[in-house]
């Protein structure tokens, strides 16, 4: 059992954990799917033209699940109407609905227009938070409890009948006042908030859910995920996790932030759906999630550039040149391209790319297709003899 744990350990393959497929619209999370990108549109939701627009954005450059939030009786009955534009006007597009405060009869609204209904178990039946408070009675957290169950029951069943989904999502900011008396400010605290909606989920036989515990801080969210999958594990619920730093910011730290923490959970074989969240178009965060899946090698759907970062052996202007060779090569999908400035080090660095541009000499450029050398070329043909190579290999197709 040892040689496997670390066989798994050390393997390059990343064995993701057991998961139940949910279906979401046609979109399938978890079990054998791939690891799904989500985002979620800014618009207000009575923008029914503005709201329809912004889904068909988002979904034209890869986003496969939309979200969007449902304040209001009004927005819930709005999401209708976007879900017929967008049949009429465009395509069907796999919906969720962002529902919080107190939100049963917004819910029960818009499970009849989506294909999914995320909660906050933290607001779900939100108390205002008491000042003079020092502890919770047992009467006191009967009552809530029972009044949770009252108030989720009905959008369990109703999801249950339409066989629709639901996701619980629990935020580090905003856990409820009794979880925080009892746990604290902690991924125990998130995991127990999530746990008490899921054990009532199980009660009524409903399994459609996918599972969040997201917080703005990549180490307190990484230990949330883990200890929530390990809890699940323990207690025989396989539903899949959906993944995100939430509150990323923007810009480089933005990425990076959001990349630490869905990567390093993604390699330990944990979560089924990610979004990242930053504080830009929601349209910028698809690429950084196609990324970073490329990266750990859940999905590929670019082409894997391999460079060196230059040194004085280097006989050519590297960055211009992988810029020239990206500018050409971008659109493809499923190729590595390695572009190495010279012989020293490139075959051997870049074994395992389909393509190879390396410095051959000055002035010329040596041409691989895997290990082996095809030909060679002068420096300013170089980037159109790639192309032509990757043509006659039948891998090209126009932009």
């Known amino acids: 059992m040892e040689g496997n744990n670390l066989s798994q350990r050390y ?23 791939p690891v799904r990108v989500q985002s979620m549109i800014n618009e207000d939701t009575m923008d029914i033209e503005g709201s329809t627009a912004a889904i068909r954005r988002l979904h034209e450059v890869g986003c ?9 009786l009004a927005s819930a009955k709005a999401v209708g109407e976007i879900k017929k534009l967008l049949a009429s006007t465009y395509q069907p597009v796999p919906l969720v609905a962002d529902v919080h405060h107190n939100g049963m009869k917004i819910a029960l609204e818009v499970a009849k227009h989506v294909d999914k209904v995320r909660i906050n178990p933290g607001l779900f039946v939100f ?21 949770i169950i009252q108030k989720f029951k009905p959008i369990v ?16 900011g905003s856990l409820s006042e009794r979880m925080l008396f009892a746990y604290g400010d902690t991924p125990f605290g998130m995991v127990e908030s999530a746990m008490e909606f899921i054990r009532i989920c199980h009660s009524l036989d409903f399994h459609n859910i996918v599972i969040s515990m997201k917080a703005s801080r990549a180490p307190v969210m990484l230990a949330a995920y883990r200890m929530m999958a390990d809890t699940m594990d323990k207690e025989g619920f396989n539903y899949p996790l959906h993944l995100g730093v939430t509150e990323a910011g923007d810009g480089d730290y933005g990425r990076i932030k959001s990349t630490v923490g869905i990567g390093t959970l993604l390699s330990e074989g944990i979560g089924d759906t990610i979004r990242v969240s ?3 178009a929601p349209e910028k965060e698809i690429p950084v999630a196609y990324s970073i899946l490329q990266a750990v090698g859940l999905r590929k759907t670019m082409v894997e550039y391999i460079s060196c970062p230059s040194c004085g052996r280097t006989l050519f202007n590297l960055e211009e040149v992988v810029a020239r060779v990206r500018d050409a090569t971008q659109h493809l999908t499923g190729l590595d391209i390695a572009v190495m400035g010279c012989i020293v080090n490139g075959p051997g660095e870049m074994a395992d790319a389909d393509y190879g541009y390396v410095g051959k000499g000055v002035g010329t450029i040596a041409l691989y297709r895997n290990r082996d ?15 032509d190579l990757i043509k006659e290999d039948g891998k090209w197709v126009d932009p």
């Open 127 to 147: 108390e205002k938070p008491d000042p003079n408070r020092t502890e919770f009675t047992k009467d006191e957290i009967d009552v809530i409890k029972e009044k």
């Open 157 to 172: 069943n109703t999801l249950k009948e339409q066989n629709k989904a639901l996701r619980i999502g629990v935020n580090h």
């Open 278 to 280: 930053l504080t830009e």
């Open 11 to 33: 393997s390059t393959r990343i064995i993701r954990r057991d998961t139940r497929p949910v279906m979401v619209g046609d979109i399938g999370i978890g079990g054998d799917n």
């Open 373 to 387: 050398e095809i030909k060679r070329v002068p420096e300013d043909e170089g980037v159109q003899a790639l192309v």
């Open 64 to 72: 496969e699940i939309v979200r969007l939030t449902v304040p209001t």
